[in-house]
């Protein structure tokens, strides 16, 4: 009777370990399926890294450049019109399209925007404008509809005047960039500064890419500055 308990204890012992090993297996499988799986950090090719950016008009003419935090230029771009359409191809040093913004329609103060990263067919994300008295709102959205974040100008009179007319204030606008969840997550901040500057700064990208949330601010610091 002794034995024939020992070997059920021995065998409850097989079982159990057989049963720890298949488990363990299953999970070093499923985390190997969720490393394999693309996450949206690795979506798309935006040249863009873990640091403010600052984007920079030139003196009365619709082209820009973008820096990083070093003073480097990155990125150039300006106006293009072709077929009734805006478009504002992003060039990295050697020339080279990085991205491109496209909107519907050309002088575009309320709309549809689209950035796609060279190369592709569908858009990496939309840019949606909403316009009232005293704010600018824009929303940043995967191509199916996803909220990814809100970028929204500060209230009150210095809003209001740039909603008029940005010729009439020298004063910068400051947008805030908030999760779905509400929470802050970054800024576009503009400098007092003879020519439009914006320094585009993500703190808290949560789970959005920081190289899409660079490039949403990025974009939507030129397309305020046109």
Same mark, same amino acid.
């Given at each position: 009777?002794?034995? %024939?308990?020992?070997?059920?204890? +021995?065998? @409850? ?14 999970? #070093? ?5 969720? !490393? =394999? ?19 920079? $008009?030139?003196? @009365?003419?619709?082209?820009?450049? &973008? ?5 480097? $230029? ?5 106006? *293009?019109?072709?077929?009734? +359409?805006?478009?504002?191809? /992003?060039?990295?040093? %050697?020339?080279? &399209? ?16 689209? @950035? ?14 909403? @316009?009232? /008295? !005293?704010?600018?709102?824009? =929303? &940043? =959205? ?5 909220? #990814? ?7 009150? #009179?210095?809003? =209001?005047? *740039?909603? &008029?007319?940005? +010729? ?6 400051? /947008?805030? +960039? ?12 503009? !400098? ?8 585009? $700064? ?25």
């Amino acid at each position: 009777m002794h034995g %024939d308990t020992h070997g059920t204890g +021995m065998n @409850l012992r097989k079982v159990t370990s057989v049963d720890a090993t298949r488990h363990q297996q299953e999970l #070093l499988s499923s985390r190997s399926n969720r !490393r =394999a799986m693309p996450a949206r950090d690795e979506i798309g090719d935006l040249p863009f890294g873990d640091e403010p950016y600052t984007v920079k $008009r030139k003196f @009365l003419r619709e082209e820009f450049w &973008v820096s990083d935090s070093d003073g480097n $230029r990155v990125l150039d771009t300006g106006r *293009n019109v072709s077929e009734g +359409m805006a478009t504002f191809p /992003f060039r990295d040093e %050697d020339g080279d &399209v990085a991205f491109r913004v496209r909107s519907k329609r050309v002088f575009d103060s309320a709309g549809e925007y689209a @950035l796609l990263v060279e190369g592709a067919d569908e858009p990496l994300f939309t840019l949606s404008k909403e @316009l009232s /008295f !005293r704010r600018h709102y824009w =929303a &940043v =959205a995967s191509p199916d509809g996803e909220e #990814l974040a809100s970028v929204t100008s500060r209230r009150g #009179l210095i809003g =209001a005047v *740039n909603t &008029v007319s940005q +010729m009439l204030s020298p004063l910068p606008q400051t /947008f805030s +960039m908030d999760a779905p969840n509400g929470e802050h997550i970054g800024e576009i901040a503009g !400098r007092l500064h003879p020519r439009t500057v914006y320094d585009v $700064r993500i703190e808290r990208p949560g789970a959005t890419s920081q190289a899409i949330l660079s490039a949403a601010g990025v974009a939507i610091a030129v397309l305020e500055s046109v």
